[in-house]
T-cell receptor
Framework: GAGVSQSPRYKVAKRGQDVALRCDPI?????LFWYQQALGQGPEFLTY????????KSGLPSDRFFAERPEGSVSTLKIQRTQQEDSAVYLC???????????FGPGTRLTVL | TQLLEQSPQFLSIQEGENLTVYCNSS?????LQWYRQEPGEGPVLLVT?????EVKKLKRLTFQFGDARKDSSLHITAAQPGDTGLYLC???????????FGGGTRLMVKP
């Protein structure tokens, strides 16, 4: 498919476990964004990459959250020592240029027990 | 911090009714977008408004950007069950990249 893909689609973790969420952006898209969407809420910005450079990580809730995009394509959002409040849908979006329409993936629903 | 407030949060109407969803902020946005999100999917862009006072129409949907570029509205005429979903407004920051989303309006249209 030509859209943004995310994996896994669903993840259940026990409190304290580490998780890694993957985002495959649309091929050739320069910018990549991560958002967190709590149940019944709108998405909230987490972090933003332009190619491999992480230009803004002001939305990451704590130092347990870490994102990378080492080759400027696939990105991974890692959450260490997960807590129940981390339960949410994590959305990834990519854009062709620096200021363009954001295309969203289907999200990964993380449930921390 | 730029915040967007949407109202109402929930709306349940009968097929054929009209409705308006509001998106308000105390901040000015360079542009504002409306998205629709269905369960298990990511938001899908419906429209972008850029100019204060701008009105855009998409079939039965009419979008308006306030003159001061701080608020917007989405009006749906003769709602259909297929319009059911979560409607989100989102504003671009001055750099034009990061999006700030409102809390969303969950619409249910009953047949």
């Amino acid at each position: 498919g030509a859209g943004v893909s995310q994996s896994p689609r669903y993840k259940v973790a026990k409190r304290g476990q580490d998780v890694a969420l993957r985002c495959d952006p649309i091929s050739g898209h320069v910018s990549l964004f991560w958002y967190q969407q709590a149940l019944g809420q709108g998405p909230e910005f987490l972090t933003y990459f332009q190619n491999e450079a992480q230009l803004d990580k002001s939305g990451l809730p704590s130092d347990r959250f870490f994102a990378e995009r080492p080759e400027g394509s696939v990105s991974t959002l890692k959450i260490q020592r997960t807590q129940q409040e981390d339960s949410a849908v994590y959305l990834c979006a990519s854009t062709l240029g620096l200021v363009d329409t954001q295309y969203f993936g289907p999200g990964t629903r993380l449930t921390v027990l | 911090t730029q915040l967007l407030e949407q109202s109402p949060q929930f709306l349940s109407i009968q097929e054929g009714e009209n409705l308006t969803v509001y998106c308000n902020s105390s901040s000015v946005f360079s542009s504002l977008q409306w998205y629709r999100q269905e369960p298990g999917e990511g938001p899908v862009l419906l429209v972008t408004v850029v100019t204060g006072g701008e009105v855009k129409k998409l079939k039965r949907l009419t979008f308006q950007f306030g003159d001061a570029r701080k608020d917007s509205s989405l009006h749906i005429t003769a709602a259909q069950p297929g319009d059911t979903g979560l409607y989100l407004c989102a504003g671009h920051n001055n750099a034009g990249n990061m999006l700030t989303f409102g809390g969303g309006t969950r619409l249910m249209v009953k047949p």
